[in-house]
C-alpha cells in the first residue's frame, strides 16, 4: 500500500468551513456523524514540518473516517512557514485561537465540549500536545491566555513533541530552528513555552503512537517524551507500532489505523 495516498488523493469534502481569523488559512474544516448530537470532537492537527506548502488537505480522509464512526472533527488549518506571520509565535497562536473558538462555536453545531480529544500527526502532533500543555503555562509567559479550552486527552501521531531534541536530530533539513527563530540555545525562552517537552507534566491522558520504521520523525523522540512522563507520574501511554512508518497513522486503510481509532476510544 502507497502510503502517499493521503497526500496524492483528494479529500472527502467536509461539511462546513469555518473562519476563525481574517487570515486565508485561520479556519478549520467540520465534519459531523449522523445524529442529532452533542458528538464527542477530534480536534485534529495536520503535520507538514510546519511548512507552507503542506496543508489541510491530506487529513480529510481520517477525518471522514472518524465521522463515520461517530466523532465530530474540527480540522485545523493554520499560518505556516512561508506566510505572513507563520511559523513562532503565529503558527501556535493560530491553533490555540482555533481550539478556543470551539468553544463558542460547539453549541450552535450539536458539539460536546466535555468530549473533546485532540490529535496530531508529525508537526501537527507537537501542535495538538501543545494545545494540551499549555494549561502549564503562567501568566507572565507569551502565548498565554486566560480558560483555554479543555481537553479530555490528546493523541500524538509521531509527533515532534521534543522540539529542542528536534532541533538537535536536524529533523527536516533544520525545519525546527527555522519555526523557532533559532537554536535552542539561540532563543531558549521560545522553546520553554512551545515545546511540549518542557511543558510536562500536561495532567491529562495521552497515548503516543509511533511507527518503529519511521524516519521522518524517529521514534526515539515519542520515546524520550514518554520516559520523562512516567517518571513524572503523568498518564502517558507509548504504542509503539511495529513495521510501520511516518503516513500509515494517517491512512484511515492502513492495518494501522484501528490502533489510532482505539487510542481516541480509549480518551473520550
Known sequence: MSSMWVLETPQPPPDARIAYGEAPQQFTELRKPKGKGPHPVVLFV???????????????????????????????EYRRVGHDGGGFPGTLEDVASAADHLVDAAPSLGLDLTR?????????????????????????????????????GVVSLAGVLDLAKGAALNLGNGIVKTFMGGAPEQVPERYAVASPAALQPLK?????????????????????????????????HLVPLKGAGHFELIDPRSKEWPRVVQAVRTLR
Not at 495536520?46 to 477525518?63: D, K, N, S, V
Open 46 to 76: 495536520h503535520g507538514g514540518f510546519w511548512r507552507a506548502e503542506y496543508g489541510l488537505e491530506h487529513a480529510g480522509h481520517l477525518c471522514a473516517d472518524l465521522a463515520k464512526r461517530g466523532f465530530a472533527t474540527w480540522s485545523v
Open 116 to 152: 473533546v480529544v485532540a490529535m496530531g500527526h508529525s508537526a501537527g502532533g507537537h501542535l495538538a500536545m501543545w494545545l494540551a500543555a499549555r494549561h502549564r503555562l503562567t501568566a507572565r509567559q507569551p502565548l498565554y491566555r486566560d480558560a483555554p479550552l479543555k481537553l479530555k
Open 204 to 236: 491529562l491522558p495521552q497515548v503516543l503512537l509511533h511507527g518503529t520504521e519511521d524516519d521522518t520523525v524517529p521514534l526515539e523522540i515519542s520515546e524520550g517524551f514518554h520516559a520523562r512522563g512516567v517518571q513524572q507520574k503523568d498518564p502517558v
